[in-house]
């Protein structure tokens, strides 16, 4: 599968780019205008992260249903990447509570688009608008155990608030288990080499309970003002 994002940025093609990166961003752009058009009036919304390869049954897909489901239960939207594992479970919890059920997906060579369970759906070309409308659209974040894209989606959501380009914005992680080791690495590394401040490791939650992270998103959420 050819992926936009890849010749966007791949600079090995000598003068070519000349011809096309000035094409490509009127394709970027029509990428934002369609997700700013389909989510405009989305209303009150979490972004829901975690591992495409949690199966079925497993701890922390029945995790994403719960909180998926106790999400929607308290009026708010789902919204996830839009694949399987953990963002198939949060969307199913969503639909099967009545709510409302929101996939962003991304084209990938490895994933084969938005899981059955997304009411609201779109697909992107570029990971940078994608998670643009993350950010824009939601008054929080849970995050669920997962790997590369998690810890990605999770650290510039960090920065957005640590930079105040966003401000309320309730960043919960579930799984102390999980967890833990990276915010020791986060305490012992980055805050003893003066790299961040006691203040940014305020920016997180950490819980076990699903009802106690979107009682969290909830209650920290009011005053988020999106980008």
Known sequence: MQQSDRFLLDTQDGTHFTHTDPWRVLRIQSEFVEGFGTLSELGPAVSVFGSARSVPGSRWYKTAE??????????????????????????????????????????????????????????????????????????????????????????????????????????VLIGTDFWSPLLEWVRGSLLEEGMISEKDLKLLHLVDDPAEAVRLVVADSAGHVSL
């Open 66 to 171: 719960q909180v998926g489901r106790l999400l929607s239960e308290a009026g708010l939207a789902v919204i996830t990447g839009g694949g399987p594992g953990s963002m198939e479970a949060a969307n199913k919890g969503a639909v099967e509570a009545k709510g409302v059920s929101v996939g962003l997906g991304i084209e990938l060579p490895f994933e084969t688009g938005l899981n059955d369970w997304v009411d609201l759906g779109i697909n992107f070309r570029y990971f940078f608008v994608r998670k643009t409308m993350f950010v824009k659209y939601a008054q929080g974040f849970i995050v669920l155990p997962g790997g590369f894209g998690t810890l990605d989606e999770l650290f510039e959501a960090m920065t957005l608030v640590q930079t105040q380009k966003v401000t309320s914005f309730p960043i």
